[in-house]
């Protein structure tokens, strides 16, 4: 079987593409490996780009395939302190991974004789070589940080360590008609209730996912969002129009543990089966614009912006730490845009 395996970066991921002949075999064998996804636009499906994947599709070169015994145990001693410290299972799993590519590269030198000089050259000769994103490098930066922090021999001057200069983005947004096509598209009501409570509250997928049947206050029309990114609880405001929609939801699911369950009773519904959701409505909607599930928080925010609500308010029901992150909805907001007359208008 001829197949051939690249790195790019996919919708701001850093993935890897497999391109194959069509084999159902096969197929179903990519299925079962963890956050597989097809891509009408590539063709192709594409998985992960993490040091194991790498090494299954022979894309790191023989000599830098694995850490040294050294780096092996040091990684172990800072997954080990990562999840004494609480930080959340998403964040040790890219960090480990993050820290197992860097003393891969280095897997011929001591751990206490790294210095600066090589954070600069694996940027270089890995991170760009590679085509890697500046979110992938940033992410390299943060676990490079923290892991020699913990170490107390070294010759790395942490606060020296220089960060990628990152790409400006906007975030992408929708009309309200988009939106309301999009809620409007599916007839079940889970699936349709999932996609309005994240556009209605501006919840990140794993906070929809996340959620409880107690996490739903009736009485004070409010939605209780725990342990959300960063390790923080806020509220959020929940509409008579989402809160009756909810009441018809758990009289026809009647959801036990987690307020959307999966196939399973007690098994929380999974992220691959949420984003099949999108696609669906989608598809039904006609819409062909590579919308993702964080589109429907961008657009939360960035039509409140526009109906006239305070940006402190909108930093508070996204959960922002700086209001720096929530400013950036000012830069796609048409609320003051639109209003300007071209001056191609006067000629």
Request: glycine residues 2%; hydrophobic residues 35%; positive net charge.
């Given at each position: 079987?001829?197949?051939?395996?690249?790195?790019?970066?996919?919708?701001?991921?850093?993935?890897?593409?497999?391109?194959?002949e069509?084999?159902?075999?096969?197929?179903?064998?990519?299925?079962?490996?963890?956050?597989?996804?097809?891509?009408?636009?590539l063709?192709?499906?594409?998985?992960?780009?993490?040091?194991?994947?790498r090494?299954?599709?022979?894309?790191i070169?023989?000599?830098?395939?694995?850490?040294?015994?050294?780096?092996y145990?040091?990684?172990?001693?800072?997954?080990?302190?990562?999840?004494?410290?609480?930080?959340?299972?998403n964040?040790?799993?890219?960090?480990?991974?993050?820290?197992?590519?860097?003393?891969?590269?280095?897997?011929?030198?001591s751990?206490?004789?790294?210095?600066?000089?090589?954070?600069?050259?694996?940027?270089?000769?890995?991170?760009?070589?590679?085509?890697?994103?500046?979110?992938?490098?940033?992410?390299?930066?943060?676990?490079?940080?923290?892991?020699?922090?913990t170490?107390?021999?070294?010759?790395?001057?942490?606060?020296?360590?220089?960060?990628?200069?990152?790409?400006?983005?906007?975030?992408?947004v929708?009309?309200k008609?988009?939106?309301?096509?999009?809620?409007?598209?599916?007839?079940n009501?889970?699936?349709?209730?999932?996609?309005?409570?994240i556009?209605?509250?501006?919840?990140?997928?794993?906070?929809?996912?996340?959620?409880?049947?107690?996490?739903?206050?009736?009485?004070?029309?409010?939605i209780?969002?725990?342990?959300?990114?960063?390790?923080?609880?806020?509220?959020a405001?929940?509409?008579?129009?989402?809160?009756?929609m909810?009441?018809?939801?758990?009289?026809?699911?009647?959801?036990?543990?987690?307020?959307?369950?999966?196939?399973?009773?007690?098994?929380?519904?999974?992220?691959k089966?949420?984003?099949?959701?999108?696609?669906?409505?989608?598809?039904?909607?006609?819409?062909?614009?590579?919308?993702?599930?964080?589109?429907?928080?961008?657009?939360?925010?960035?039509?409140l912006?526009?109906?006239?609500?305070?940006?402190?308010?909108?930093?508070?029901?996204?959960?922002?730490?700086?209001?720096?992150?929530?400013?950036?909805?000012?830069h796609?907001?048409t609320?003051?845009?639109?209003?300007?007359?071209?001056p191609?208008?006067?000629?």
């Amino acid at each position: 079987m001829k197949w051939e395996a690249k790195i790019i970066t996919h919708k701001k991921e850093s993935r890897i593409v497999v391109y194959f002949e069509r084999n159902p075999d096969l197929i179903t064998r990519f299925k079962l490996q963890e956050d597989a996804r097809w891509s009408v636009s590539l063709g192709a499906w594409h998985l992960p780009d993490t040091f194991e994947n790498r090494i299954k599709f022979n894309i790191i070169p023989v000599h830098i395939k694995r850490p040294s015994v050294e780096g092996y145990e040091q990684i172990e001693k800072f997954k080990y302190w990562l999840i004494s410290k609480r930080y959340s299972q998403n964040t040790i799993k890219s960090y480990v991974e993050a820290l197992k590519s860097f003393l891969t590269f280095f897997n011929e030198k001591s751990i206490c004789d790294i210095i600066n000089d090589d954070v600069i050259r694996y940027n270089n000769e890995y991170i760009k070589n590679n085509n890697l994103s500046a979110s992938y490098q940033n992410q390299i930066v943060n676990a490079i940080k923290l892991f020699f922090s913990t170490i107390r021999e070294t010759k790395i001057a942490i606060e020296k360590i220089h960060r990628p200069k990152r790409s400006k983005m906007l975030p992408n947004v929708l009309s309200k008609e988009e939106v309301k096509d999009i809620l409007q598209a599916h007839k079940n009501i889970k699936h349709k209730t999932m996609l309005c409570l994240i556009y209605s509250c501006g919840l990140r997928c794993g906070e929809l996912l996340a959620l409880k049947p107690v996490s739903i206050d009736s009485k004070r029309n409010l939605i209780l969002i725990k342990n959300a990114k960063g390790k923080k609880d806020r509220i959020a405001p929940l509409s008579p129009r989402i809160l009756e929609m909810l009441r018809i939801y758990y009289v026809a699911y009647k959801p036990k543990k987690w307020l959307f369950e999966g196939e399973f009773v007690g098994e929380p519904y999974s992220v691959k089966s949420l984003q099949s959701v999108l696609k669906q409505a989608l598809d039904k909607a006609k819409i062909t614009k590579p919308v993702t599930l964080h589109w429907l928080r961008h657009s939360y925010a960035t039509h409140l912006l526009e109906s006239g609500t305070d940006l402190r308010y909108i930093q508070e029901l996204l959960g922002h730490n700086s209001s720096r992150t929530t400013e950036i909805y000012t830069h796609v907001s048409t609320r003051n845009i639109q209003q300007i007359k071209s001056p191609f208008d006067d000629l």
